[in-house]
């Protein structure tokens, strides 16, 4: 138990390259680098057959759609069997009508859990938190997000997170609180007085110099 | 495994897979694109493919065994 709460210290960070692996999952043995060029949201469950979990992997079934619009993957995760992902799948499939579209990892030994920082023992020492990774093309971890294992989480925020993301890499820019799509952006903060200055007379909306949006 | 089961027959998506490597060299990009599968899925299944030796991987790209090809005809 020592080892597990050594090895659940490790956490890894925004900007950082995702930890590498290779992991059983419903959909075969599947590699990090199998993912290399699209988007990857990992996110890792409690445990197979319970409700917030059920709950939650319908929501992500029904926002697969509209991920894949925007090239992101997903891939599942808890300590569970195949055996009881497959169970679990077909279970929510037979009595929600939802059918799992996306892979989920059988982290038995808590190789994955441990490398990506899922396991908080101040929580549980055996079962995975509720962890989004968010990672963009590059492998690059881009968003790291922690629920607690009484609170579900919110699709609309997770999709949010990801237009936010692709909008910043495509157009070099902020995004502000609350941002939707079609929203003003935030054009990033200039670094002498001189761009400070330019930056005025640009046509940007501005608060003063330091905070400018504009229209995409 | 996805691609194969424990029967030794390839599966839907692993026959799938097989056909497209009919026509000769391809690399997994071509292969999901002709096959409808997501990239990682066919970048997992001609890893597992080849491993049984039912293709060959020429550097980014993969082509048939005469074993791949027996199994297909």
Redesign the interface.
């Given at each position: 138990m020592e080892e597990i709460k050594e090895q659940a210290g490790h956490m890894p960070r925004i900007g950082e390259p995702a930890p590498a692996f290779e992991a059983v999952t419903t959909h075969g043995v599947l590699k990090l680098e199998d993912f290399k060029g699209s988007w990857l949201i990992l996110f890792s469950h409690p445990a197979d057959f319970t409700p917030v979990c059920t709950t939650e992997f319908i929501a992500f079934s029904e926002i697969y759609p509209e991920l894949q619009k925007r090239g992101v993957e997903l891939l599942g995760l808890s300590v569970d069997s195949v055996s009881s992902h497959i169970a679990w799948a077909r279970n929510v499939e037979e009595k929600t009508k939802v059918k799992i579209p996306f892979p989920i990892i059988a982290d038995l030994n808590k190789e994955v859990s441990l490398a990506y920082g899922m396991i908080h023992p101040g929580q549980s020492k055996t079962e995975t938190v509720r962890c989004v990774f968010i990672i963009d093309p590059n492998q690059k971890i881009r968003t790291i997000l922690y629920y607690p294992l009484t609170t579900g989480r919110n699709m609309d925020e997770i999709l949010r997170i990801v237009d936010a993301l692709q909008t910043t890499d495509k157009n070099g820019v902020a995004t502000p609180a609350n941002w939707r799509p079609g929203d003003k952006v935030v054009v990033p903060p200039p670094n002498t007085q001189e761009m400070a200055e330019e930056r005025l007379k640009q046509g940007y909306e501005c608060v003063d110099w330091y905070l400018c949006r504009k229209k995409l | 495994?996805?691609?194969i089961s424990p029967d030794g027959k390839p599966t839907e998506s692993g026959t799938k897979m097989l056909r497209a490597l009919q026509a000769g060299l391809k690399s997994p990009e071509e292969v999901a694109q002709e096959t409808g599968l997501?990239?990682?899925?066919v970048?997992?299944?001609l890893?597992?493919i080849t491993q049984a030796g039912l293709a060959e991987q020429k550097e980014d790209r993969y082509k048939l065994s005469e074993k791949g090809a027996k199994l297909i005809k």
């Open positions: - | 495994m996805a691609c997501p990239l990682f899925r970048r997992s299944g890893r597992e």
